[in-house]
C-alpha cells in the first residue's frame, strides 16, 4: 500500500535558523510527492512538487525539498525560517493506483516558528 | 488566475436541515474535488469528478450527494447531516489525467452541525 509518513506532530525553529519538515514515503515506482502548507483558518496552499530529474526541488516561499531515493524521503526545507511560516505542513504522494487523481497525505506537522 | 472560492465561509445547520456548499474555480481545470477537514487533521477525500463526471466516492454516507454542473462549478448538497459532520470542508480542482497535477484548493466551508 502507498502511504506518506511525517514522523513529528511538531517542529520548533527560532527565528532565523533553518528548518527541516521530514516526510518518508512508500510507493511502488516513481513517486509523485507533494507539500502543502496551511494557514490557521486557511485552505491548503501548494508548495512545492516532485516528479522526476533534480533532486532538489525549489517552490513558493523560499521553501525547498530534497528528494532522497535510497531513504525514500522528501523532507522540506528553508534556511532561515520566519515567523509567518508558522503553519500546518502536510506531505502528500500521488495515488498512482488510482485514477482521479487521489492524493495520500501524512498526518501533518505544526511548525511553530519564535522570534 | 489560481483561486478557487467557497461559499459560505461558515454555515449552521440542524440535523433536520438542507442546505448546499458551493465551489467554484476558473482555472480550466477538468478535475474537482471534495475534502473533509478535521482540525490538525489532513483532508479526507470524499469525492473526485473528473471532466464534470463522478469518478471517485469514498464510501460517503447518501446524507452528502455532490453535484457538478459545469466545468467551472462543484455543490455539495448536505441533508440530514450528523453533529459528527462537524468539519471544515475543502474543494479542490487540478489538471485531469494521469502525472503530477497539483491540487488548488479553495479556502474551506465551516460547517456545524447542531
Known amino acids: 500500500a502507498q502511504s506518506v509518513a511525517q514522523p513529528e506532530d511538531q517542529v520548533n525553529v527560532a527565528e532565523g535558523n533553518p528548518l527541516t519538515v521530514k516526510c518518508t514515503y512508500s510507493v511502488s515506482g516513481n513517486p509523485y510527492l507533494f507539500w502543502y502548507v496551511q494557514y490557521p483558518n486557511r485552505g491548503l496552499q501548494f508548495l512545492l512538487k516532485?516528479?522526476?530529474?533534480?533532486?532538489l526541488v525549489k517552490g513558493s516561499y523560499g521553501f525547498e525539498a530534497e528528494f532522497n531515493k535510497s531513504q525514500t524521503s522528501f523532507h522540506l526545507k528553508k534556511p532561515s525560517a520566519l515567523v509567518s511560516d508558522s503553519a500546518l505542513y502536510f506531505c502528500?504522494?500521488?495515488?498512482?493506483?488510482?485514477?482521479?487523481?487521489?492524493?495520500?497525505f501524512g498526518q501533518g506537522t505544526e511548525l511553530s516558528v519564535k522570534p | 488566475d489560481t483561486e478557487v472560492t467557497q461559499t459560505p465561509k461558515h454555515l449552521v445547520m440542524g440535523m433536520t436541515n438542507k442546505k448546499s456548499l458551493k465551489c467554484e474555480q476558473h482555472m480550466g481545470h477538468r478535475a474537482m474535488y471534495w475534502y473533509k477537514q478535521k482540525a490538525k487533521k489532513p483532508p479526507e477525500l470524499m469525492f473526485v469528478?473528473?471532466?464534470?463526471?463522478?469518478?471517485i466516492n469514498e464510501s460517503v454516507p447518501s446524507r452528502f450527494s455532490p453535484e457538478c454542473p459545469n466545468s467551472s462549478l462543484l455543490n455539495l448538497h448536505l441533508h440530514a447531516l450528523q453533529p459528527e459532520d462537524s468539519a471544515l470542508y475543502l474543494c479542490a480542482s487540478s489538471q485531469a489525467g494521469q502525472g503530477a497535477r497539483e491540487q488548488y484548493f479553495g479556502p474551506g466551508t465551516r460547517l456545524t452541525v447542531t
Open positions: 516532485y516528479i522526476t530529474g533534480d533532486n
Open positions: 502528500a504522494v500521488r495515488d498512482k493506483n488510482n485514477q482521479g487523481g487521489k492524493l495520500i
Open positions: 469528478y473528473s471532466y464534470e463526471k463522478l469518478s
